[in-house]
């Protein structure tokens, strides 16, 4: 068999090749692209029907009592600010109302922002999932014909390009996509517990409202037989007009004001339906609950008080989302440089070919070997090495800031409670007994219209301060819990990317 001219420094062999060989592997090419491509299938989108699904939502379904289970787990815990309403319900129950604990594992379901989240986050599982892969193969044809008169005027060369991945890079590639995915995860579950706080904010609001609507109601019904009795003294001429004047002017006001705090009731469920991922339109009764519960027994205050989250360092360098998220950041930007280290290493490229010069078969084989000497990906490590920098000095901005915002949210929460107890034992006590004795004094006969019109409104402005301080304080035990974070704060970890 004679040997031609030789490629690379290799002896190319010659022979024929019959056509049926030349056909079945040209088919066979044909049959591999053609077996490991997709199809494009479209989905167009259907408002009409989802607006419909949406109004029809309810919040007792399967993926939400998967969720309640998860809150169930973690209040077992006993960590810091695990449950905000001081008691962990046994299970599930929608028959006495919707609960804030209830009504976080309903968020965590429907929440609008977390579902679309989850899309994102699903959005980097696909790449790590499918990361690292071989690149094709290149098919490779040149033809060349002879313009003088030679008998076989046509040269055919055809070969089939293939990289051979000995650089390391596509194992740094999916380890670098494996971080990005984790630290879309970590973002998710970030995201996912400030939803929890701003729907216990929320939450605390609108209860502050559904008690000002209760004593509003309470102020009226004190104040308008005071209104009548009133009027029929001044008929017969006991109460000057002036003096009864006032008492239709003040309940004219309450009842302005109970207007006002019915509206604001309704707003503020309309939100936390927003925030549940519900219609405006759902018929779920929701439970109001805050941080104190005060109620007046045989003229005393009986108090019921909840713990609140007592947050240090240690907790929220632990369990803190916001920080998790920007360690799994400087992760991933730590697989980001040593995927641009190892991109400086050259991958081999292999050309294995068929060809017919002359009329006589060759078969070929090309070599490609880049030199890492003038490129040697420098910007691409340089940039790396930026990128990884600025997400430490990240994580070292967001451990103070934890610092900082977590001696500010207990400062403030300490605060809250001072207030909120003052109120409660010095100043609620003193103007329900000041409420009795002038009742007491009435029922004698000795009726004084403005103080007991005085007393009255002392007592409502006494329980509306007790019910703002009540609301401050589950705010602000709200904050302290936004900075420690969840307890485990192995939920973090757990995959729930797909929507």
């Not at 009133?230 to 109460?239: C, D, I, M, Q």
């Not at 207007?259 to 018929?283: C, F, H, M, V, Y």
């Amino acid at each position: 068999m004679p040997h031609g001219p030789t490629r690379f420094g290799a002896p190319v062999r010659r022979f024929r090749c019959p056509q049926t060989l030349a056909r079945a592997l040209a088919s066979a090419l044909i049959a591999a692209c053609a077996g490991g491509c997709q199809s494009y299938q479209p989905k167009p989108l259907d408002l009409q029907r989802h607006a419909a699904a949406f109004a029809e939502r309810v919040p007792d379904a399967p993926t939400v009592r998967d969720y309640a289970a998860g809150l169930r787990a973690e209040a077992q815990t006993g960590g810091p600010a695990s449950d905000p309403a001081g008691t962990e319900p046994a299970r599930f129950d929608l028959a006495d109302g919707l609960s804030l604990r209830e009504g976080e594992a309903v968020a965590l379901a429907f929440n609008a922002s977390l579902r679309l989240e989850r899309a994102r986050a699903g959005v980097t599982l696909a790449t790590a999932e499918n990361s690292g892969l071989w690149d094709d193969p290149t098919l490779g044809v040149d033809l060349t014909r002879i313009l003088a008169s030679v008998p076989n005027p046509w040269k055919v060369m055809s070969s089939v390009g293939l990289t051979l991945p000995i650089s390391g890079r596509l194992e740094q590639e999916k380890a670098r996509d494996g971080a990005a995915h984790i630290a879309t995860l970590a973002a998710l579950a970030e995201k996912e517990w400030q939803t929890r706080i701003d729907l216990r904010d929320q939450w605390a609001r609108w209860s502050g409202t559904v008690r000002r609507v209760g004593l509003a109601e309470d102020l009226l019904s004190k104040i308008e037989p005071i209104v009548a009795l009133a009027r029929r003294l001044e008929e017969a001429g006991e109460l000057p007009r002036v003096e009864a004047r006032l008492f239709a002017v003040e309940a004219a006001t309450r009842r302005g004001d109970l207007l006002s705090a019915k509206a604001a009731q309704r707003e503020g469920r309309l939100a936390i339906l927003n925030l549940l991922g519900l219609a405006p339109t759902a018929d779920v009764p929701l439970e109001s609950a805050l941080a104190t519960s005060q109620v007046t027994v045989a003229g005393k205050w009986a108090t019921t008080t909840t713990r609140t989250p007592a947050g240090n360092t240690a907790d929220a360098l632990d369990h803190s989302p916001t920080l998790a998220t920007a360690v799994a950041e400087y992760e991933t930007a730590e697989r980001s440089l040593a995927l641009q280290v190892q991109k400086q290493y050259p991958d081999l490229t292999i050309g294995p070919g068929y060809g017919n010069d002359d009329g006589n078969d060759e078969v070929l084989l090309g070599l490609t070997l880049p030199l890492p000497i003038w490129n040697a990906n420098r910007k691409g490590i340089a940039e790396a090495t930026a990128q990884r920098s600025a997400a430490q000095v990240r994580v070292e901005q967001v451990v103070e800031h934890l610092q900082s915002e977590l001696a500010i949210a207990s400062l403030r929460l300490e605060a809250a409670q001072a207030l909120r107890q003052m109120l409660e034992l010095e100043v609620s006590p003193l103007v329900d007994a000041q409420y009795e004795d002038v009742r007491a004094i009435t029922r004698l006969g000795e009726f004084n219209a403005l103080i007991l019109l005085d007393t009255i409104v002392r007592q409502f402005e006494a329980k509306i301060r007790l019910t703002d301080a009540a609301v401050e304080e589950q705010l602000s035990s709200n904050r302290v819990s936004s900075v420690v974070g969840p307890v485990p704060s192995g939920m973090v970890a757990r995959d729930r990317s797909n929507p």
